[in-house]
């Protein structure tokens, strides 16, 4: 069954054909799995081939096109009715003379009837070369870039988005713990991730946990770099390891990170600690309805560059429902974002340094309530030694 309520998916069409009607949008091609998802309760992972959910403005539903074999996928999980989901056959696929485009382009048209045409870019699915396979298929009609349209309405929450992230958080809180308390000398990196993966998919006894992107926690020395997982090596003293963590529940998600320090810790690592911790308690301390999200960023550099560390990226973005990498892509907390917090904006407040000299992760996942910011994770925040 879906995820959701069909009155809560049903808001959420209606929510973005307002915004399709204010950009002057009438037909939305939408290409992201997750806004798949969103839109109809899609749970398949299946965006290594083409597929689309198509909504007119003013429509109660979107129609859903996918591969023949998965609509078995869609039939279990979304809230529409089986005559919504359509199938393009299985004879398209892989098929140098046919391409399913072809058939999703017609369905555009045909449920477009006029008017103007926006689609989604920056899918995994939809490369220049389908692009182009698409467009042919539109004939002489064009189409406009409307990749904006569905982040705008994701960015705040329901009270049943929100319940998800909350179970998440609870088993992100326990797979970085247990995968912190497994280090020792002579344990191999791997047992370590897999200690947390394991963790990641039980879940807690209240709810199993789900894929998402892998967890990152390269280990000395290469701690510098941010996005590297995890080799077969075996733990010696005096080595750290930063945990870039993420649970998911019905492709809702909740990172945490944390570095872990193996042995005593020189004087450095505790002032790199006090130094992202202060920064982070700052930037959380702005988070409020109606604070800017560059406001955010800015209280952070007040607290932080005083430490004299170089920290050149940005300290979170928003996020809810899984990209297949981190962040929503309706906000993010830099300088010169202009966006405006509102209650259930949830985002990721993650202070990063990767740095020749210096690294150090500190992350939660955070809710902006009526009264300021709330911390979905429960972790401790003082400074992690094994």
């Given amino acids: 069954m879906a995820a959701f309520a069909q009155g809560e998916y049903r808001e959420r069409v209606k929510a973005v054909s307002a915004k399709m009607q204010e950009k002057g949008i009438d037909t939305l091609v939408v290409l992201k799995e997750t806004h798949l998802c969103y839109l109809t309760g899609y749970e398949g992972y299946?965006?290594?081939?083409?597929q689309a959910a198509i909504l007119r403005a003013g429509d109660l539903d979107p129609v859903l096109i996918l591969r023949e074999m998965d609509t078995k996928c869609a039939y279990p999980t979304v809230y529409l009715d089986q005559s919504r989901v359509e199938a393009y056959p299985e004879k398209y696929v892989g098929n140098a003379n046919r391409s399913p485009w072809d058939i999703i382009g017609e369905r555009t048209l045909h449920i477009a009837h006029g008017g103007r045409i926006g689609v989604e870019f920056g899918s995994r699915g939809f490369s220049h070369s389908d692009y182009l396979l698409f467009m042919s298929a539109l004939g002489a009609r064009t189409a406009e870039d409307a990749t904006s349209v569905v982040p705008s309405v994701t960015a705040k929450k329901s009270a049943a988005e929100i319940k998800y992230m909350q179970d998440a958080a609870k088993i992100v809180d326990r797979a970085l713990m247990a995968g912190a308390?497994?280090?020792?000398?002579?344990?191999?990196?791997?047992?370590?991730?897999?200690t947390v993966t394991k963790c990641l998919i039980e879940g807690t006894p209240e709810v199993g946990g789900g894929p998402g992107v892998p967890i990152f926690m390269p280990v000395t020395p290469w701690?510098?770099?941010?996005?590297?997982?995890?080799?077969?090596?075996?733990?010696?003293?005096?080595?750290?390891?930063?945990?870039?963590?993420?649970?998911?529940v019905h492709r809702y998600y909740c990172p945490l990170s944390r570095t872990v320090y193996l042995g005593t810790p020189p004087d450095r690592y505790r002032f790199l600690h006090e130094a992202v911790v202060a920064g982070f308690t700052s930037a959380l301390g702005a988070v409020k309805p109606g604070a800017i999200a560059g406001d955010i960023y800015r209280a952070f550099a007040k607290t932080f560059k005083p430490s004299g560390i170089r920290k050149e990226s940005r300290i979170g973005y928003s996020l809810g429902i899984d990209e297949g990498a981190y962040g929503e892509g309706s906000f993010s907390?830099?300088?010169?974002?202009?966006?405006?917090?509102?209650?259930d904006f949830t985002f990721h407040l993650i202070v990063g340094i990767w740095e020749r000299e210096d690294s150090y992760i500190f992350s939660e996942a955070i809710r902006v309530t009526p009264n300021g910011a709330e911390s979905f994770t429960k972790l401790s925040r003082d400074i992690m030694v094994r």
């Fill in 46 to 50: 299946s965006d290594y081939v083409p």
């Fill in 223 to 248: 701690d510098k770099a941010p996005h590297l997982r995890w080799t077969d090596r075996q733990y010696e003293k005096q080595r750290q390891t930063n945990f870039e963590v993420a649970a998911f």
């Fill in 181 to 194: 308390d497994k280090i020792d000398v002579g344990v191999r990196e791997c047992d370590v991730a897999a």
């Fill in 333 to 343: 907390l830099q300088e010169d974002d202009r966006t405006v917090l509102e209650a």
